[in-house]
């Protein structure tokens, strides 16, 4: 079949809007059509030319929602018709690590996905030969939600509530599962905790909100853009620290200071490698947690002094907020629907397709919050 798609040809060039080859699923595959999708800052690291596996020309976007249209052979978890929302980390509930049940990292089909293709091994997209080295054009991080159809494999999709609006809950795909999820599966923080958060964007405001709802005593926000501070404030920012007023070899002091010796828990939501330490030495000594979020350019390392982790401080890492796809996203859209979360106010911008090079744009101004395409 035909479907409409943007495509990064190249990095750092503007997606342009294509009609491409799509192949119908195979087995274990299912060919979703997106309804809705968010532009995440994951997908800008990538079409920068930032992401050591990045790959092109690709179909990028992680962030999307649709409706099942066809299933492969074998399938039995979901059928056309089914509302789902494609998942970067899927849960295939066989692996040694979904059986562990300690880790959301499913290794199922991590290989491939790494490499732009299907488990086959194969891409599904195509375009003109002339087009391309061969006529393949790459998946992106297993999902390519930014074509209005996209195959995808069973384990990659979350079926969902049919009354939930895709406009919405395509943020949960990525930006609000990991926000959320940071805090309520990876560092479980507790009520009264004091919870610092580096970064007020789509990833940042969701850790506010996901502190907010666990009963965080204060939450800082960190920022070098001030307009972040009134979305944050709705939220349940409690304080706000701008490194440019405070000075940006005082940040941890001025946190230090604001919470009696230091974090229980920080967070960070920028990929910026100084920051990221900024947001271990902030934690409070003896058993504060940085919990890092961002994702860093290729090549950058991060640093601290070993004294920092002998006393006590814990540096960790969270992919899609620890959150187990096809198990946990299906109850966050119910907490949606329910009102126990906010979605509309993140979703600052909303465009069709042949805009969506205008949502890159807004997030690199600091503009937006989220922009959701809607084909
Ligand atoms: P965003 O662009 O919406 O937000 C980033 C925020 O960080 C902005 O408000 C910006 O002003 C702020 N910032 C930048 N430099 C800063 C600095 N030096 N100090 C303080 N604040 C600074 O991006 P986003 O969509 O929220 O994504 C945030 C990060 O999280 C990105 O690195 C993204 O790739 C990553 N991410 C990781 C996961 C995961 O599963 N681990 C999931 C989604 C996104
Ligand atoms: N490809 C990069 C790593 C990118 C990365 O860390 N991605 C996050 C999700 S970001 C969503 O917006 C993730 O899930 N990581 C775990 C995984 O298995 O990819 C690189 O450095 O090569
Ligand atoms: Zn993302």
Known sequence: MKTRAAVAWEAKKPLTIETVDLDGPKAGEVLVEVIATGVCHTDAYTLDGLDSEGLFPAILG???????????????????????????????????TCLSQRSNLCTAIRGTQGKGVMPDGTSRFHCEPARAQSNQIFHYMGCSTFSNFTVLPEIAVAKVR????????????????TGIGAVIYTAKVWPGANVVVFGLGGIGLNVIQGARMVGADKIIGVDINPAKQEMAKKFGMTHFVNPKDVGNDKVVQAIVDLTDGGADFSFDATGNVNVMRQALECCHRGWGQSIIIGVAEAGREIATRPFQLVTGRVWKGT????????????????????????????????????????AFDLMHEGKSIRSVVIF
């Open 319 to 358: 992919a899609f907020g620890g959150a187990r796809g096809r198990t946990d996203v299906p109850k966050i859209v119910d907490w949606y629907m329910e009102k126990k979360i906010n979605i509309d106010d993140l979703i600052t911008h909303t465009m069709p397709l042949e805009k969506i090079n205008d």
């Open 162 to 177: 049919e009354d939930a609006p895709f406009d919405k809950i395509c943020y949960i795909g990525c930006g609000v599962t």
């Open 62 to 96: 992680h962030e999307g929602a649709g409706i099942v249209r066809e299933v492969g052979a074998g399938v039995t978890s979901v059928k056309p018709g089914d509302h789902v929302i494609p998942l970067y980390t899927p849960e295939c509930r066989q692996c040694k």
